[in-house]
């Protein structure tokens, strides 16, 4: 009979301390100070790289204030409503918006630039190339544009261990060799691993190696 695990891991909630910066400290440094009069903010980089961290980041920091956030993303169906009471507006995966999403993109952001509300957004793609209607691609590219890089591996080492040192885990080199050869290699992904990983040793009593790794791979793969 397997223990049950209980919700007692460190809080993991997306937020300015947690994100490892890399060489992007100065997109952390602007979206820290990112405030009602400054001009929109626009995240972009490949898929992994941090954009929904700083989004989030962003958006928790608002929240804190007792400010309310209008986030939209590609899977949010439009329309979507104006409320004047939001004190921030996010944009999600724009490359992805379909028409409707675009038109109710562009009526949030006339709306929220005549107010004086914030915006940040992301994508993958510079605004030049989002494959998106002119109007809201021009406004997109209008205030700041800034790239995210992805770590590097010693960066994507850093962090993994300083994430396994919060939550009092050990990892081996030859645990995190395995992860970094054998996984996507992007932040996002290897954080949703750990956290699997530390649920699954914690069921079965063992300590994280390469084998209980590939015993809860092979699980995985079978059911």
Known sequence: MKQIPLALAPDSTP?????VPGSNTMALQHLRGLHAASAPAYLWGPSGSGKTHLLQALAQRVQQQGGQVGWFGAAD??????DESRALIVF??????NADQQQSAFALFVDATSRGI???????????DLPLRDDLRTRLGWGHVLAIQPLSEAETRAALRRE??????????EVMD???TRFERDLKHLMALLDRLDQYALVNKRAITVPLLKQMMAETQSS
């Open 15 to 19: 937020s300015f301390e947690t994100f």
């Open 164 to 173: 396994a040192d919060r939550r009092g885990l050990f990892l081996s080199d």
């Open 178 to 180: 395995y992860l970094l």
């Open 77 to 82: 169906a439009a329309p979507w409503p104006i």
């Open 92 to 97: 999600d995966n724009c490359e992805q918006f």
């Open 118 to 128: 914030p915006i940040a957004a992301a994508g993958r793609l510079p605004p030049v």
